[in-house]
C-alpha cells in the first residue's frame, strides 16, 4: 500500500512539474526562436544566393542535456509492451532540438548566416539501474561572416 | 534563391494528444493482462498442488532448504512448548513430515504455515489468547493449511505474480514491487475460502484431541471485541481472514452440526 502511494505521488509529482516546465521551456523557446528568426541556418554547405564575400568562417554549437521526468519515463515503459509511437518523448526530444539551435544561434548573434547545420543526440544515462534518463542534443555548424560585416566585428 | 524569414505555424512533431488518457489506456491494458494471467495461472497451481502428493512435496523440501527469515527465535523455552503442543495433535492430524514450530518475538497476532514443514508464529499470539485450548486451536488451524497444502498454492500463485509482474515491468522495477504488494489484496477472496476450511480442519482436530471444542473461538472473540474498539470498516477489506462474526458463527454451526461438545478450557501456562 505505501509503495503504491509513493508511486502515485511520484507520478503526478512528475506529470504536474514535468508540464509546468514544458510550458515555461516552450514559452520561452518559441519567443527566442522570433527574436533569432532572421539568422538563417541552414543544412546546405554554400552560402544561399549571391551573397556578400565571406570575411571568415567559425565552428559554432549549441547543446543541451534534458531529463526525464517521472511521468514520461512510466509512459514510455509502458509504451514498450505495446509498440507505437512513445509520444511522452516527442515534446522532450523537440524541445531539446529546438533549444540546441537557439544556443547555437545564440553563440554567435552577430553571424550573417550558419551553414552545413548538423543535429546529433545521445542519451547521456540510458535509465539502466539508477532508472534517470536524460537525453543530450548537440547542433553544430559554420557560422560565416561577410566582408562588410567583418570591419564592425573583428575576428575573433 | 533567397531565405525567406519565418517559422512553423504548426508544430507537427510533437502528438497533441492528452497524455494522461493515453497513460489509464496503457495502464488499464497492462493489469487486465496481468489479472487474466495470474487468474488462469492460479488455476494452474491449484491443478499441479492437487496433483504433488505429501510424500512428495516432503521429499521435495527435504532437499531444498528454504531459508525464511521472520525474525530471531528469542524464547527457547516458550518455543519447545509450543513444538510439544503441536507434536501432541500426531494422532488426530497426521503428515508426512514433521512440523518444526518455530517462536518470534512480534506483537504481531498470527501465526503462519511456510513451505518446508514450518510453522512460524508470533508471540503476540500468546498474549492474546488465556487457554491452552484457544492456543491449540490456532496450532491446529496452522496444521490444517499443510492438511490442505494452502501453503503450496500461496507459494505458487506468489512465483505465478512474481513471474508475471517481472514479466511485464522487467525485474528490477519499482512497479514489479507494487504491482505484487497491490495484488495481494485481491487474493483475499480465495484466500477466505481456504481460511474456513483449515478452521473446520482444526474444529475436529480439536474435538479429537480434547474430546470438546471449548476456547475455539476465543482468539476471535478477543479480537472480534478489541476490534470493536476503533471500528475501522476497510480493516475488514484487505484482512484476509474471513470477518471475525462469520468465522465464529461458522464454528459453533459446525460444531453443532457434528455434534462436539463444548466444555471448560484450561488455562494457559506459559
Redesign the interface.
Known amino acids: 500500500m505505501e509503495s503504491l502511494t509513493i508511486f502515485l505521488i511520484l507520478l503526478a509529482l512528475g506529470f504536474v512539474f514535468g508540464k509546468l516546465a514544458e510550458g515555461r521551456h516552450y514559452r520561452s523557446v518559441q519567443a527566442r526562436e522570433e527574436m533569432l528568426v532572421r539568422l538563417p541556418a541552414t543544412s546546405c554547405k554554400k552560402p544561399m544566393g549571391n551573397s556578400p564575400p565571406i570575411s571568415h568562417a567559425q565552428l559554432v554549437h549549441g547543446h543541451v542535456v534534458i531529463s526525464v521526468d517521472y511521468f514520461k519515463q512510466i509512459m514510455a515503459g509502458l509504451r514498450n509492451l505495446f509498440g507505437g509511437t512513445i509520444q511522452a518523448y516527442e515534446t522532450l526530444l523537440d524541445r531539446a532540438r529546438r533549444e540546441a539551435v537557439l544556443r547555437l544561434k545564440e553563440s554567435c548573434p552577430t553571424a550573417n548566416e550558419i551553414l552545413n547545420l548538423r543535429i546529433e543526440t545521445s542519451s547521456i544515462s540510458k535509465g539502466g539501474g539508477d532508472r534517470i534518463g536524460c537525453v543530450e542534443v548537440l547542433a553544430y555548424g559554420t557560422a560565416i561572416y561577410y566582408q562588410q560585416a567583418s570591419s564592425q566585428h573583428p575576428r575573433p | ?3 525567406q ?3 512553423p505555424e504548426h ?1 507537427d ?3 497533441h ?1 492528452r ?2 488518457r ?2 489509464f489506456v ?2 488499464t ?2 493489469l487486465v493482462f496481468v489479472f487474466i494471467g495470474y487468474w488462469v495461472l492460479g488455476l494452474f497451481v491449484d491443478v499441479a498442488v492437487d496433483y504433488l502428493s505429501s510424500e512428495q512435496e516432503a521429499k521435495l523440501f527435504s532437499k531444498v532448504a528454504i531459508n525464511w527469515d521472520f525474525g530471531e527465535e528469542l524464547m527457547p523455552e516458550e518455543q519447545a512448548k509450543l513444538q510439544g503442543l503441536v507434536d501432541a495433535f500426531k494422532p488426530c492430524l497426521s503428515l508426512p513430515y514433521p512440523i518444526t514450530v518455530s517462536l518470534v518475538k512480534s506483537e504481531v497476532v498470527n501465526a503462519m504455515a511456510v513451505p518446508g514443514g514450518k510453522m512460524v508464529v508470533f508471540s503476540g499470539l500468546l498474549e492474546s489468547v488465556s487457554s491452552t485450548n484457544g492456543l491449540m486451536f490456532i496450532l491446529a488451524h496452522e496444521l490444517g493449511h499443510f492438511k490442505n497444502r494452502d501453503h503450496l498454492r500461496l507459494m505458487g500463485r506468489g512465483i505465478v505474480l512474481s513471474i508475471l509482474a517481472m514479466l ?3 525485474g ?4 514489479s ?2 504491482l505484487v ?2 495484488i495481494n489484496l485481491r487474493t483475499a477472496k480465495y484466500s477466505q475460502s481456504r481460511e474456513s476450511q483449515a478452521d473446520h480442519t482444526a474444529l475436529r482436530t480439536l474435538h479429537c484431541h480434547f474430546g470438546h471444542v471449548g476456547g475455539a473461538t476465543e482468539l476471535f472473540e478477543t479480537l472480534k471485541s478489541q476490534e470493536e474498539g476503533f471500528d475501522f470498516e476497510m480493516l475488514h477489506y484487505f484482512s484476509t481472514h474471513p470477518e471475525l462474526q462469520q468465522r465464529i458463527d461458522d464454528l459453533h454451526q459446525l460444531a453443532q452440526e457434528l455434534g462436539f461438545p463444548v466444555q471448560e478450557t484450561k488455562d494457559l501456562v506459559f
Open positions: 534563391m533567397n531565405y524569414p519565418s517559422l508544430n512533431n510533437v502528438s494528444q497524455p494522461v493515453e497513460f496503457l495502464i491494458g497492462v511485464a515491468f522487467g528490477d522495477s519499482g512497479i514491487d507494487i504488494s497491490t
